[in-house]
């Protein structure tokens, strides 16, 4: 009798251990994988939209570059939304930050599938080089681990976002903030704890903290300072 229960016992941690095992392949690798072919794929789909001019509408630019603090103010004037369509990219983010080659698609939602082939747009918040803050979410490990880097962000670092017309260029303004998921209001158009007090255009970068879990938040923000056409060619400070 006690030799059957010490060999199932055996038998059960095998069997334990091979599902962890497969389980740790699944998440280091498998999603990094398909994540990568997400992406790819994204982008060949954005590439093709922006070579089809009857299929690419160029959006109005509504801001001007803003400042990263000023007096109080009034509520911030609502961004005048453009169509992106659910699941699919609508432009690409450069964070030269994350390494010379880091460049992702940004996918319009934040559910799970979207944030499994790109970097997710919060829909309802402004789009790129609009009045309001441009709200971009991404995972920190598995699924391509695109935000892995996302401590080393500093203030003075430049994110560029290219939408296929207009390149869009924010500074980074402070250190990542850590918080709660429950705080919504890092979304808000001028959020609480970003240090803006006036409207303007501004950028939200989020992504989980600590790297394998999910009890805080990473949070980092920024503001505009250019937005200027493709034809005129990549902004210097990303070709460089």
């Not at 369509?85 to 599938?113: C, S």
């Not at 989980?208 to 250019?226: F, K, T």
Request: with cysteine; net charge negative.
């Amino acid at each position: 009798m006690g030799r059957l229960v010490a060999r199932t016992l055996v038998e059960l941690c095998i069997t334990v251990g091979a599902l962890i095992v497969l389980l740790t392949c699944y998440l280091l690798f498998w999603t990094n994988i398909s994540a990568d072919q997400a992406m790819a794929g994204e982008m060949d789909r954005l590439q093709q939209q922006w070579d089809q001019p009857e299929l690419n509408v160029a959006p109005t630019p509504t801001a001007t570059p803003s400042a990263p603090a000023g007096p109080a103010a009034a509520p911030s004037p609502t961004p005048t939304q453009v169509a992106y369509p659910p699941d699919h990219a609508f432009a690409v983010l450069y964070i030269p930050r994350f390494g010379p080659d880091w460049k992702k698609p940004i996918i319009e939602g934040t559910g799970e599938t979207d944030l499994q082939k790109g970097i997710g747009h919060y829909t309802g918040t402004a789009e790129p080089g609009q009045v309001g803050n441009f709200a971009l979410a991404g995972h920190r490990r598995t699924w391509g681990n695109p935000f892995n880097d996302f401590p080393l962000l500093r203030p003075g670092d430049r994110i560029y976002v290219d939408d296929g017309h207009f390149w869009y260029v924010y500074q980074l303004d402070r250190t990542p903030l850590r918080t709660l998921p429950t705080d919504i209001h890092v979304l808000d158009p001028v959020p609480p704890e970003s240090g803006f007090t006036q409207p303007g255009a501004y950028l939200t970068l989020t992504t989980c903290d600590p790297a394998w879990g999910h009890s805080h938040r990473l949070i980092e923000w920024g503001h505009l300072v250019s937005t200027t056409p493709v034809s005129a060619g990549t902004p210097p400070g990303l070709s460089g």
